[in-house]
């Protein structure tokens, strides 16, 4: 079944306790993106990647790192997290080839609670 | 400038009813791509219906049409025949740019009543 997993789905932490959320996606897409989701704000991107090796900002990349070493994995890296940083969290991916018409598929979200 | 603007932050709809949900879009390149997708309450992001820039004739899936003016740079949701199950917060998005990117405005929440 093509999907896009990540994990944790729920998680409660404290300020500054490094943590990492992992996205994985089985679809050989070339392009995978993650967003947070706060009321009234809609989805924002935190970072994208359209490749291996290729990552790029988004509108609210402070506070988060990515990285892309394989094309499944996209995790995302909450180094020093503060509550600010509480939020709904998704992973998506699609693939680019080079058109726009591909939609994206999006993970079942993470929840993270920043204390 | 916001890439995406969804206007209606709440909209109510009579069952068996249509309902429009209006989302406009910036862009000056040629080429894009128009997206909406629902988010029921369980979280779940599930993709509706999709309208290319070159596209001649207004997308349709179903009870979703996409009401697409390109001059006046809109793409509105219509759902006819609503259902309860309709009920739900829904998204418009763009991608578009040599990094083929993503935008999403900040969402409609639809409720449809009995």
């Known amino acids: 079944e093509a999907q896009v997993t990540q994990n944790p789905r729920y998680l409660i932490t404290v300020t500054g306790k490094k943590l990492t959320v992992t996205c994985s996606q089985n679809?050989?897409?070339?392009?995978m993106s993650w967003y947070r989701q706060d009321p009234g704000l809609g989805l924002r991107q935190i970072y994208y990647?359209?490749?291996?090796?290729?990552?790029d900002k988004g509108d609210v990349p402070e506070g988060y790192k990515v990285s892309r070493k394989e094309k499944r994995n996209f995790p995302l890296i909450l180094e020093s997290p503060s509550p600010n940083q509480t939020s709904l969290y998704f992973c998506?991916?699609?693939?680019?080839?080079?058109?726009?018409?591909?939609?994206?598929?999006f993970g079942d979200g993470t929840r993270l609670s920043i204390l | 400038a916001q890439k995406i603007t969804q206007t209606q932050p709440g909209m109510f709809v009579q069952e068996k009813e249509a309902v429009t949900l209006d989302c406009t879009y910036d862009?000056?390149?040629?080429?894009?791509?128009l997206f909406w997708y629902k988010q029921p309450s369980s979280g779940e992001m599930i993709f509706l219906i999709y309208?290319?820039?070159?596209?001649?004739q207004n997308a349709t899936e179903g009870r979703y049409s996409l009401n697409f003016q390109k001059a006046r740079k809109s793409a509105n949701l219509v759902i006819s025949a609503s259902q309860l199950g309709d009920s739900a917060m829904y998204f418009c998005a763009m991608r578009e740019g040599p990094g083929n990117q993503f935008y999403f405005g900040t969402g409609t929440s639809l409720t449809v009543i009995p």
């Open positions: 990647s359209m490749n291996v090796e290729v990552t």
């Open positions: 309208q290319g820039s070159y596209d001649q």
């Open positions: 862009t000056s390149d040629p080429s894009y791509g």
């Open positions: 679809m050989n897409h070339e392009y």
């Open positions: 998506a991916s699609s693939s680019s080839t080079g058109t726009v018409n591909q939609p994206q598929h």
